[in-house]
């Protein structure tokens, strides 16, 4: 079952519940697919779907943080809530010595050396550890590796 197949069960499953939490935030998730949809004019397919999931949580996250800022504890409850819902449909995420093989096995096979080689070994991991690892902290650790 696709991503935005399971998404549409799941919105009648919380419907058919009374969940209401549920049933708002798999609504938001299914808008902002459609809304890329009717923008590109495409069908998304299941790795397309997941970096709207990927997109929404990076948001949330930065909402979260700028509540926080601006000491809105409840509004930052609200986002991380929300954030828990959505991350339910990504894969489950890379672990630390998961993320390094996969950087090793990158780097090894485009035969980067040094920082300049930075943007063909992050590809690589982008397209392998699509929503389930942060490419923030990817590129991080792809750059220390190479700077030495």
């Keep these: 079952m696709s991503t935005k197949q399971q998404l549409t069960e799941d919105m009648k499953a919380a419907m058919r519940a009374g969940d209401k939490h549920k049933l708002g935030v798999v609504r938001l998730i299914l808008a902002a697919i459609k809304q890329r949809e009717v923008d590109e004019r495409i069908e998304l397919d299941d790795s397309q779907v ?8 990076k948001q949330r996250k930065d909402s979260i943080s700028q509540y926080e800022a601006a000491a809105r504890e409840d509004l930052a409850e609200v986002e991380r809530a929300e ?12 672990d630390d010595a998961e993320l390094d093989a996969l950087i090793d096995a990158a780097i090894a096979e485009t035969g980067a050396s040094s ?3 930075m943007g063909k070994v992050v590809g690589v991991v982008k397209t392998r550890a699509a929503g389930r690892a942060d490419m923030a902290v990817a590129s991080a650790r792809i750059k220390a590796r190479l700077a030495g």
């Design 50 to 57: 997941l970096a709207v999931l990927e997109k929404m949580v």
């Design 83 to 94: 954030m828990a819902v959505i991350e339910t449909y990504l894969p489950a995420k890379l």
């Design 115 to 117: 920082a300049r080689d």
